[in-house]
């Protein structure tokens, strides 16, 4: 996949998740009811979608099978990106209107920059180490986002340790953080289809345990990926990264206060 691609579906995912939290938000409050936040979210993201026929017909280099915006099997994925984009607009939208605040105090613009800067760093092993070392085990991996987050979830984990309960105050950094890393995991996981592939083809992909990654990872030292274990490879590592998000997530919901 390429860049455009990997933000995106970073974008996407977080304006996914920015929803849901809103929804629940919505859910506890006495200001307003959820099926009137609903109504918002869909007319917003069904209005996105017009724009889609738009997109492909306007879209550089059509003739070339590689591009995203360019073949017939991207047209759901943009119809998905517009949906998720359009639908963010809609329960913003009804945020203005009713008046209810999202529970967190979600940041829209901190939170979208951090997946899509956590989407984008994998790639970053092109001008630090060179395209022939591209999609190497470092950087396609949980090891380098917990190298980089790492002080995070040891003075987290020391917290907890010494006071021997999850009630640790609320910190932003758990949420930011958290962000990151599903920003980064959902990298680890769009490089398990080829660049060119439809969101039929994706769904199918994604379901088959013996379906394989386009390619395997490069050899870095003695450590090497081969085509045939790049899925289980990647997978693994981007759940792993999921599983300490959504952590994260859970530990700063947890510790909001109660009004």
Known sequence: MNKLSHMLFAFSLFFAIYSL????????SDLGTLMDMLSYFLVGGIAATFLVPVLYYKAPH???????????????????IAFCFGSLGGTIVYQWISGVPIVGNISIFMGALMTVVGALMPDWDIPLMGISRHRNVIFHSFLLPFVVVMGTLFNTAAKIASSATFSVGVHIEYYITALFLIGYASHLYLDIFPSDAS????IWRAANPTDQAPTGLKRLGPI????????????????????????????????????
């Open 199 to 202: 969101p039929l083809e994706i």
């Open 21 to 28: 939290i809103y929804a629940f938000s919505v859910w506890q």
């Open 62 to 80: 059509k003739g070339m099978r590689s591009r995203t915006t360019s073949n017939r099997g991207a047209v759901g994925a943009m119809t998905f």
């Open 224 to 259: 090497y990926i081969s085509k045939k274990r790049a899925r289980g490879w990647l997978v693994s590592n981007a759940t792993i990264l999921v599983i300490i998000a959504l952590a994260l997530l859970g530990l700063y919901f947890y510790n909001l206060p109660t009004s």
